[in-house]
């Protein structure tokens, strides 16, 4: 989950909030001696597939794959593993990479811009017909706004359940007529995926072509991303997989809003296509915009680090990462040495692979040591350790009811009221559970169908908790009505 104030704005939000916390219960239930770190590797593609080898073997994902470029070169691609049909893993497998698809969408209305279809700062009520929203600052948010993240849009002012039932952009854009702003246009920054589904349906309006077809012709195309969609009946990725207890299950049914032609998470790609796009983001071979365009969309906004789709770094890096529930993908470029990273997964964990090899390649492309690959082994070690400790404890708590009610009979209510409040504190935690999260999380709504995917252990071992609390509870009160009747 981002932290109140995040370095890294495109990290998945549910993914680092649960990730802290198992780590937190790992680290307090386990201690293991850290592990040394890597020798100093240079980035040839012997260091770049040892690195992602280790990876994939440590953390058990059960497909990777990555790219590395420097200048218009691809230095090395590859895949490991196997998708959810059991078929190798290679740099050609497609995958959804999510929120990286952010900055496809800025690249989609920056071509418009330049030919004069979309202008960048007037008010978007003023290019596309039928946005309007319950808030009269909506006059006021400029198409700049929208992919800057500075247009007011929030996940606390939008009900972003409602637009997950969306059928298509249109609908999505008349979705938010009955919702409102958080702040004025321009003033503030905030995460919210709206943004660049009201930025894909501009590029149809303006555009005279749905999204799909749009960036077919004018993105994927022109750069040679033969493995490319906006939506998987023209690229199937196949099914995606969490991690639970250290089992990876295949798993459908992505709950993250409406995926076909979504300008905020519907791209599919490969490893090899997104070194096409990293080459064409560092200014190099095939270019879809001007210079001057490009640099627009790596410029960050007046009050946040985030550009048009990607987060601007202290260091001039630019990062953008994504998680689509079963998906987790990474986009990194250095503009100064020319070199770009992507790493896509079809597995969503306690913990993002596809960051973790990010960091440790730009560190490698640095000159410096990578951290030791690993995954979450410990994390889903500890949860599993926490789920057993709670199925005990509660099948402990009702065998001993009995006698707990005993020692209360004739008490007053109120007193034994009192002593079941513990045991029902994980119901009470549980039910709060998304409404906690979501309010950790920098104002994103988190959903309770979300925290059933790649938070799906930390999930379980609440629940067990809470049903094991309110069990025992329950057993207390039958006892102790019971006891009450005998005596």
């Not at 802290?20 to 680290?27: D, E, K, N, R, W």
């Not at 689509?324 to 913990?351: C, F």
């Not at 560190?363 to 889903?380: I, S, V």
């Not at 809470?466 to 509870?473: F, I, R, V």
């Amino acid at each position: 989950m981002h932290p109140i104030e995040p370095r890294h704005p495109a990290r998945p939000l549910l993914a680092k909030a649960a990730a802290a916390t198992a780590i937190a219960l790992a680290a307090f239930t386990f201690s293991t001696p850290a592990a040394s770190a890597a020798p100093a590797a240079e980035l040839t593609p012997e260091a770049v597939d040892a690195y992602m080898t280790d990876l994939h073997e440590a953390s058990g994902v059960p497909g990777l794959s990555v790219v590395v470029t420097r200048g218009d070169a691809i230095v090395h691609a590859a895949g490991y593993g196997h998708d959810s049909d059991g078929d190798e893993i290679t740099a050609d497998s497609p995958f959804r990479v999510a929120s990286v698809s952010k900055s496809f969408t800025a690249m989609a209305v920056m071509i418009l811009a330049e030919e004069g279809a979309i202008a960048l700062d007037e008010p978007v009520v003023d290019q596309l017909p039928g946005f309007d929203m319950a808030d009269e600052r909506v006059d006021q948010v400029t198409v700049r706004q929208l992919l800057n993240q500075t247009s007011g849009f929030s996940d606390t002012t939008i009900d972003v359940v409602e637009l997950q039932d969306a059928t298509s952009l249109e609908d999505y854009v008349a979705r938010l007529a009955d919702d409102a702003l958080a702040s004025d246009p321009g003033t503030d920054w905030e995460y919210a995926n709206p943004n660049f589904n009201v930025a894909a349906r501009l590029v149809e309006v303006a555009s005279g072509q749905t999204f799909a077809a749009f960036m077919d012709e004018r993105v994927f195309t022109p750069l040679g991303m033969e493995h490319s969609a906006t939506r998987d009946e023209a690229v199937d990725p196949g099914l995606g997989y969490n991690n639970l207890f250290g089992l990876w299950m295949p798993r459908g049914g992505a709950v993250d809003g409406m995926l076909d032609d979504s300008g905020s998470g519907g791209i599919i790609t490969s490893a090899a296509d997104m070194g096409r796009w990293l080459i064409t983001q560092n200014g190099e071979g095939a270019q879809l915009v001007s210079e001057a365009g490009l640099a627009a969309m790596h410029a960050p906004s007046a009050v946040h680090d985030y550009g048009m789709g990607w987060g601007v770094e202290p260091d001039g890096t630019l990062v953008h990462s994504g998680n689509l529930m079963t998906y987790n993908a990474v986009e990194w470029i250095d503009p100064e040495s020319g070199y770009g990273i992507a790493v896509l997964t079809n597995g969503a964990g306690m913990a993002d692979v596809t960051y973790t090899a990010m960091e440790a390649l730009a560190a490698m492309a640095n000159g410096e040591e990578p951290d030791e690959p690993k995954g979450d082994a410990l994390a889903q070690i500890a949860l599993a350790a926490l789920t057993a400790a709670a199925i005990a404890l509660g099948v402990v708590g009702v065998v001993r009811s009995r006698r707990w009610a005993g020692k209360r009979r004739g008490r007053p209510a109120w007193r034994v009221a009192l002593r079941c409040i513990p045991v029902l504190l994980p119901a009470v935690l549980f039910l709060s559970y998304p409404a906690l999260v979501s309010l950790i999380s920098n104002g994103r709504t988190v959903t309770w169908p979300s925290v059933w995917y790649f938070a799906l252990p930390l999930t379980l071992a609440l629940l067990v908790a809470a049903l094991a609390g309110t069990a025992t509870a329950v057993a207390r009160l039958i006892r102790l009505r019971s006891v009450g009747s005998a005596a």
